[in-house]
């Protein structure tokens, strides 16, 4: 604060300014109060902190902290004004103005006090009275400190607004996101790229296939066979017949299913004839064909998965297949995809137990993760702790980049929660209260997995955890039996680019806003900053009322931008 101030101010101790009333207080115990619960508020440090059935002042004050206050926070308030019927405990100083000083001046220019030289202590700061008388408040001429208030709080009101604005744009932004990851894993994000990359065709043993094949210069060819799968990828080489060697296949147009040959022959037959073709490419305009392409479908990737899982088997006695996904509170997925256990996708393991007391002498500090470094949606390694463990379990426990991690539990909010290892560290183990789950195949995107598991999975794991009064927990049965809906691999990398290149703006918008909300938070100090070296209402005959605060345009520019961005992206 400039020590100099306009003609006609002066500087005076706080003690001069006001009656200091803390000799009224009476402060009541939480117990105390819950029996004699009234409609009285009962005020401390900052604010309201419970209710009374009776009153201690009755008029308008300014309470200023005496501990607990955010004193070196320059962003927040130290004081704040009461009024009605109230009752103030030992924490909040009591201040009444004198010699006609409004309340809210006084309470403005005690927010903006630099506290250093004036409070004490070390994890919870004083303000003891006799330090407080001391404080010096400028003291406008009694015309002039209506004046301010009164531009102090139309700026303020100003500011307030656009500040409410960028809230609401930053919860806007959150639930956006939330809309995104649903949308993903639900594949309504990937609706127009299934259209344009349709899954192969499957064949069934002792069935046969009619054909007609729809090539890059819009010719057809039309053919039939035993094994549709095996015949489509003879014609995608070049090796299916000479027409399609020379003219390239785009998809299956249209196929049909048979019980013998001769059905499917004498189908081939009239599709080839004019009448024929005709019908096929007035079917294929209206839509009505059954058409397949080069993606592989779900069902088939799940069976490699399988069949790699059985490979991997290294459990106790023979080997288990993966239960059947309950398919209870499950949305619907499109017709391309299919439902898997987590357990049959990926080999879930628990972590190393944190003891104090193990002892070891081949043992050797390794980093570990713990529940804190598993956020929902990213890993926080700020602190990354080491344990002494023997080489055996830290091979045995090492992450690898790709690995899926989900939290046990602890608080609700931690349950289930997680994200990917991506190899940060050359060597990381994970604790007991930190699951990981390998992908048995790395054509499964680790990254789609876990976006289920935080946003579907928030309430499958809250539903299916133990829980008592504080805590919530989470077993491996439970997880393993976590339902996964699983697109093709082609799709699954599809969603997970759209979903990071949507997630990119959102990132950049929110960080837009979050910006303009600190930028708001200097400007409040700089208005009362003006407001208390005479530079904010009339001072020599130069008048600066009616100036806008700089940050009112903040919420507009961003609310633009968000609206923008998420049309262009949509």
């Not at 490979?311 to 299919?338: D, I, M």
Request: glycine letters at 6%; one cysteine or more.
């Amino acid at each position: 604060m400039n020590k100099e101030l306009p003609t006609g101010w002066e500087f005076a101790k706080l003690e001069n300014a006001v009656d200091i009333l803390d000799s009224k207080r009476i402060p009541i115990n939480a117990k105390d109060r819950a029996q004699r619960q009234g409609n009285v508020p009962y005020y401390g440090a900052t604010g309201q902190v419970g209710w009374i059935d009776d009153f201690l002042f009755d008029e308008e004050l300014v309470l200023l902290g005496e501990d607990g206050a955010p004193f070196l926070d320059s962003s927040k308030q130290k004081a704040y004004i009461i009024r009605g019927k109230s009752w103030v405990n030992n924490h909040a100083h009591v201040l009444r103005t004198k010699n006609g000083i409004p309340n809210a001046y006084i309470k403005y220019y005690l927010d903006i006090v630099d506290y250093h030289e004036f409070v004490s202590g070390t994890t919870r700061l004083k303000l003891n009275q006799a330090a407080m008388r001391e404080i010096p408040i400028p003291i406008a001429p009694p015309e002039q400190q209506t004046l301010i208030v009164a531009e102090i709080e139309k700026q303020f009101s100003r500011l307030d607004e656009a500040v409410a604005n960028l809230k609401r744009i930053k919860a806007n932004l959150k639930r956006y996101k939330a809309a995104v990851l649903k949308a993903a894993v639900e594949g309504k994000l990937t609706e127009d790229w299934r259209k344009e990359h349709l899954p192969a065709p499957t064949s069934r043993p002792g069935k046969f296939y009619t054909y007609a094949i729809l090539c890059e210069d819009e010719s057809i060819y039309i053919g039939h066979t035993d094994d549709i799968e095996r015949r489509w990828n003879e014609h995608l080489e070049g090796k299916g017949a000479e027409w399609t060697k020379d003219h390239k296949p785009v998809k299956i147009a249209h196929y049909e299913e048979f019980d013998s040959r001769q059905e499917a022959a004498d189908r081939e037959k009239w599709l080839k004839t004019g009448f024929g073709r005709k019908w096929i490419k007035r079917e294929l305009a209206a839509g009505r064909t059954r058409q397949a392409g080069r993606v592989e479908p779900a069902s088939k990737l799940l069976v490699r998965i399988l069949t790699e899982r059985r490979a991997k088997w290294s459990g106790k006695g023979k080997y288990k297949e993966p239960g059947e996904t309950e398919p209870s509170n499950l949305p619907e997925l499109p017709e391309t995809w299919v439902w898997a256990r987590l357990d049959a996708i990926a080999a879930l393991k628990g972590g190393i137990t944190v003891d104090k007391n193990r002892k070891s002498a081949i043992a050797r500090p390794v980093p570990y993760l713990r529940v804190a470094n598993v956020q929902r949606g990213y890993l926080d390694l700020s602190e990354v702790k080491t344990i002494d463990a023997p080489n055996t379990d830290i091979k045995d426990l090492n992450l690898l980049a790709g690995d899926i991690l989900f939290n046990e539990g602890g608080d609700r909010d931690k349950l289930g929660r997680g994200w990917i290892w991506e190899g940060q560290l050359p060597e990381c183990i994970h604790q007991n209260h930190v699951f990981r789950a390998r992908l048995y195949l790395a054509e499964v995107a680790p990254k789609l997995v876990s976006l289920w598991g935080n946003s579907f999975g928030q309430a499958y794991f809250l539903r299916e955890g133990k829980q008592t009064t504080n805590l919530a927990s989470l077993n491996l049965t439970k997880l393993s039996a976590f339902p996964i809906p699983l697109p093709s691999a082609a799709e699954q990398n599809e969603i997970v680019a759209e979903v990071e290149r949507r997630l990119s703006v959102i990132d950049e918008l929110k960080t837009t806003v979050e910006a303009n909300l600190t930028r708001a938070d200097r400007l409040r100090q700089s208005i009362l900053s003006q407001a208390f070296s005479g530079r904010l209402v009339v001072q020599d005959g130069k008048d600066r009322r009616g100036q806008e605060p700089q940050a009112y345009s903040l919420a507009a520019d961003s609310q633009a931008r968000f609206v923008n961005d998420t049309r262009e992206r949509r």
